[in-house]
């Protein structure tokens, strides 16, 4: 089989990720129906963390251990890596000794490095410029309570960050909009993403305008892991782009919300938006683990047929 990395959304193309949806709705209904599938029986997935977690650490761990194999933590702190041990070096030993590896770190690069140096399949588990797998996780929660996504409007809020940045990518592959609000000097990186001359991106100084008529509307921390020297320039740039209840109102009337969370109610968004009737962000959080096993099963071992 061919060597496949998921290291940003784009590695994958539309077709791809139909198949892998689908499979996720049939591997959540056998884990709720307690029925055991150890496909990957006597695998070994390796997850590599300079960065905290608890959803991502939780839902790759779990998610392997269901699918009968078991899973390995590493971090900065108490392993080479934080020693200064180089990245390729690091991926050859730790690929002769997996099956699998999952790796959150700081830039793009590190997980490109790795992977150009990995004998197996690379996932990423967040880097400063993408979260893949959220956004592989959200979609899939959009589609079970809403329907398709092609052609709905997806409106971001606030720090045009590593989950934007992935949002921008899916609207690409999954043909929807995507409305960016962001205060000035947080907006969308033109290096990373397409901005102008492009029909799945628009931008606005309101986020109130961004909302207006939006099927899902998402937002993340102010500051994320890694710019916390920033944080308090962040708190008074940011104040005026909490989602509340006023742009869930313009949004449209079946619109849900998400927060890829840890959240901070009072800052990006208010406690009645996320703890309201429109916030599916519990479903949202447990999708990650079953839209993951669908993923590694994947790499692992190429589409398979649900019977
Ligand atoms: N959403 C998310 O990736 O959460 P963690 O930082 O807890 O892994
Ligand atoms: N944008 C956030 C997401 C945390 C899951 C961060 O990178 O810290």
Known sequence: MTLRHFLQFRDFSRETFADLFERTRWIKDKFK??????????????????????????????????????A?????????????????????IISRMSDLVMIRTFEQSVIERFAAHSRVPV??????????????????TFIEQRGAITGRTVAWVGDANNMCNTWLQA???????????????????????????????????????????????????????????????????????????????????????????PAHRGEEVTPEVIDGPQSVVWDEAENRMHAQKALMEFLLLGQQENA
């Open 33 to 70: 129906r307690y029925e055991p599938h150890h496909v990957l029986f006597d695998r070994t997935l390796v997850m590599v963390f300079e960065k905290a977690s608890t959803r991502t650490r939780l839902s790759f761990e779990a998610g392997f251990q269901q699918l009968g194999g078991s």
């Open 171 to 261: 609207a690409e592959v999954l043909d929807f909009r995507v409305h960016v609000s962001s205060p000035p000097g947080y907006g969308p990186n033109p290096e990373l993403n397409r901005i102008t001359d492009n029909p799945h991106v628009r931008l606005f100084e309101d986020p109130m305008e961004a909302c207006r008529g939006a099927h899902l509307v998402s937002t993340d921390v102010w500051t994320s892991m890694g710019y916390e020297a920033e944080n308090e320039a962040r708190m008074k740039a940011f104040a005026d782009w909490r989602v509340d209840a006023d742009m869930m109102r313009v949004a449209d009337k079946d619109a849900i919300f998400m927060h890829c969370l």
């Open 123 to 140: 996932i990423n588990g967040l880097t400063n410029e993408y979260h893949p797998c959220q956004v592989l996780a959200d979609l899939y």
């Open 72 to 92: 390995i933590y590493l971090n900065t702190r108490d392993s080479q890596l934080g020693r200064g041990e180089p990245i390729e070096d690091s991926a050859e």
